[in-house]
Structures are given as C-alpha cells and as structure tokens.
C-alpha cells in the first residue's frame, strides 16, 4: 500500500505513514473483529496502532485520557500526537521521529513490539492542555498482534502518575524524618540532666528513640514491598539481643519487662540486626497487646536445631479467633481494628523475603505461639 512522508528526516523511528483514507479503511475493517469491542469495558487506556504507528482502534479510556470528544479522533495519529505530547511535532515527521523519541519509553516500547517483541517501559511526557505544560507518567505494555495477516501491535498506558508522586513524597518524607529526629536524639545525648531536668530529658528520649524507630519501621515496609531492602547479615549474640530487645519494648510502652520470660539457649543467630528487631518488636507487640485481654506470663525462648538454624518462638496467653486464624500474615488483617493489622504480615515479609526463614504460629489451649526460623550460619 503506497505511504506518505517517506522523504521526510528522521532522528529515530521510520516517518511513513498511511493516507487517512487507508487508515480509516483498516479501522473498520478491525471494528468489524468480534472481540475488539470488548476492549471498550476495560479501564485501561488501550490502542492499537499499525505497522507504520498510526492508531486503528481506541478504547474509550485511552479517548478519556487524550481529552479528544470521540475515539475516532484519534484514528491516524501517532499515539505520541493523540495525547498532545510537546515532542510530537518537533520534526515534520511528527510522533517518534525527533532525538526525543530516541529517550521516549512508549516510542521504545512500541518500536520493539513492531519488531516482534512484547515490552513494557515507563514513559514520562509533558503534554499540552489549553497552552500549558502538564506531566504524564505512563506504564507502556506493548504486544504484537497477527489478525489476518496484518502486523499490528496493541499497547496499553497504565497512568502512574499518582504511584510515582507518593513514592518521591515518601522518600522525601521519610528522610526529612529521619534526619530531624535523629538530630534531636543526638542532641538529647550530649545533655547532661540534672536534678532539674533529668526526667524531662528521659522522656525526651523515649520519645525521639519511638519516633524513630517507627520511621524507619515503615520506611523499611515499603521498601521491602518494593523489593528494594538492602540486607546486612552478621552473627548476632542471641541472649544479649532478645533481652535488650524486650527490656526496650517494654520500657517504651511503660511495662515492666519482668512481665517476659526469656529463655535462650540457642548461642549466635545470623541475621540482620535492624530487620529481625522489626519482625521480633512486632512479636512483643502482639503479645503485650494480648496480655492485655488475657493476663499470664509471656515466654520467649530461642533453641537450636541439628542443622543449624535457630527457632526463636514466642508464646503468650490468649488464643487468635478463628475467623482470623485463616487470615493470619494477610494484610489488615487484624482483631483490633479495620486499620491496622500489618504486624504478622510484616513479619512473613521480612522473614522469608530478606531473612531466608520461616514464620509459623499455632493457637489452641488458650495460648498462641509464633515461631521464626532463621537460617544457619554459613560455614
């Protein structure tokens, strides 16, 4: 089929393109396949482009999102031109053709579909709406489609712009925390109390030493959730550790840490020190919260097996109802409330993500026990 643009420069991608009256030919042609209009239920902006990058279909989402009043708007242009990107018109050639379009994801993306591979790229555009710049942050998928002999290639925009402005917002805020309250406890350890203000300054302390620690507690979470969470094995004196562990817990929720037994038998764990106190503070936790509603002495204990690992197990008074027993390490799942709930969840994800171990729990005679396993030492 003759094209058009054929001796026009080009940066990247190939300028040719189909006369409008044979783009439109194929866009009927392709509204005539039974499926294609089932694509209209989806809420994925989705469009499907020709071997020359000119759109044949458009779903209703993908016309939502290029502010055009009717999806055939769309049919022949690039999808770079449908959605106003700055770039689009920078050469002759339009969409895909500029040294822009070399670093563009979505051109990326659909150029290497085009040449029989699926892709998937982030594709960061500034578009223009009434005369103003404004950001869009897409997640190209890019497939090939066969249909009768024609090669054409699908490509969905999943719009990420939310996604990515909370993740820049929390690494902002995370180390805008991190930073302000780790000076302030730093500054609380070079003062010296005096009769006057020494109990001020101990709860000061507490205080800044909680908030901290809560920062980088949730800071960690999503950073695992993502994959992300650096890891830092070492050998850890295991009856030093678990006795300080609940001695602090205790002290920071005003408690008496006589209130936990420990037993410890089990010599050096390997594991990384500020991960296992997460998964080991939110045991405590769960635990004091437990005795709280069913009064007894909570017991943690830590023995070594045959092969190596090490079994810290803690058990309190209280059993886990039912219904949550079958949700158990689920996210929100909880007994307090509809939003909270991440503490066993938290301790799965840590454990077995980033500790190569094992949580398990049992809850039967009035008691519950968790367990976490963690791996021996290597030799």
Partial sequence: MQTTGHDLP?????????????????????????????????????????????????????????LKTECTDVLGLRPGEALDCIHA??????????????????????????????????CRMMRLEQGAEVPLDLQIFTRPVDLNGSSLTAIFALDVSHEKRLAYLNRTFYHTL???????????????????????????????????????YHRDIETAEQG????????IDSDEFLRSMV?????LRNTQHSCAEVDVSCGEMWADRRILGHVLGNMLENALEAREESPGRITLACTRL??????????NPGAVPPNIRKQMFKRYVSTKSQDRGLGTYVMKLFTERYLGGEVAFSSENGETTFTVTLPAPPK
Avoid: Y
């Fill in 89 to 122: 018109h920078v050469m002759e050639a339009g969409c895909g053709c500029s040294d822009f379009c070399s670093a563009c994801g979505a051109a990326i993306a659909i150029i290497k579909s085009l040449e029989g591979t699926a892709d998937c790229k982030e």
């Fill in 178 to 216: 991190v930073n302000g309250v780790g000076g302030i406890s730093a500054l609380v350890d070079l003062m010296d109390p005096d009769a006057d203000n020494g109990s001020l300054l101990e709860l000061l302390e507490d205080a800044s030493l909680r908030t901290l620690r809560k920062i980088l």
């Fill in 306 to 315: 045959d092969d190596g690992r090490v079994v810290i197990s803690m058990r």
């Fill in 228 to 235: 992300r969470l650096a890891v830092d094995m070492e050998a």
């Fill in 10 to 66: 080009t940066r990247f991608a190939s300028p040719e393109r189909l006369p409008v009256a044979a783009v439109k030919a194929e866009a009927r042609h392709l509204r005539n396949e039974p499926l294609i209009n089932w694509f209209d239920a989806m809420p994925i902006p989705m469009v499907v482009i020709n071997d020359h990058r000119q759109i044949l279909f458009s779903n209703e989402a993908f016309c939502a999102v290029s």
């Fill in 247 to 251: 001695k602090e817990e205790c002290r």
